[in-house]
């Protein structure tokens, strides 16, 4: 699980286990409770302390505040001496199921670009030998084949290289990238993977509603995020008091 955030949702606090929780310990005992769900996160949802003591030192707090947390206000699944987070339980599944969509999704577009390729040859293309006479659909395997040689680089990445760099011109005799005056794969395909010349790559927002996050973004990326927000499933409402509040629908 690469992921290294989880939701916060912006309504937690009105949880009406959170607000017993309020209710008798404060933001003190709310603190703790987020503390221990970024805790269980790194350690794969399991935590099998039975020693509060140990366990409130390092989280900085006190160890009857903490018992009371794990303890008292069902925020917590406890099992032969270890306790998780069900909500956390959740949202990791859905973290492991998008990454593997994803990456499905990232295997599906290279294999559309492998369809035509009946072998695994690598070509080293240098333009100026490069034959003229080959139609374009020759080219194009010769430069599919030596942009997937190069190891080191993320196969998205060079999948929207090579959609990028081998659109071909008007009369469809020529590819991008032989329009250039100058050319080195290797370093054309480092560098676009290492900087923001992929413009095909979407920017990645938060599954969630982050104020701190939204106020750095300028307001095409504000509506972009709202966009996303919308399209996973969350709406958002305006209150006179707590301003635009985003929660999530119900499935």
Known sequence: MKKTYFNHDSNARNDIRIIKLRSKLGYAGYGVFWGLLELLFSEENKLCITDYD?????????????????????????EDGCFYSQRLHNQIEQINSKSKKAK?????????IQANNN??????????????????????TEFKNSVQSINGIEKEDKIAFLEYWSEPNKSNTRMRWELEKTWDLSRRLKRWANSNFNQNKK???????????????????????????????WTSTYSPNAGMVWTKKKI
């Open 104 to 112: 499905d999704n990232v295997n599906k577009r290279w294999n559309k």
């Open 119 to 140: 072998g695994n040859t690598s070509i080293s293309i240098n333009k100026e030998d490069n034959n003229k006479s080959k139609n374009i659909e020759k080219r194009f």
């Open 203 to 233: 920017e990645k927002y938060l599954d969630y509603f982050d104020e701190y996050t939204y106020k750095k973004l300028d307001a095409t990326k504000r509506k972009e995020y709202e966009e996303h927000l919308k399209s996973i499933g």
């Open 54 to 78: 140990s366990l409130a030192f390092g989280l900085q707090c006190d160890p009857k505040i903490l018992k009371q947390v794990i303890e008292d206000f069902d925020l917590f699944v406890i």
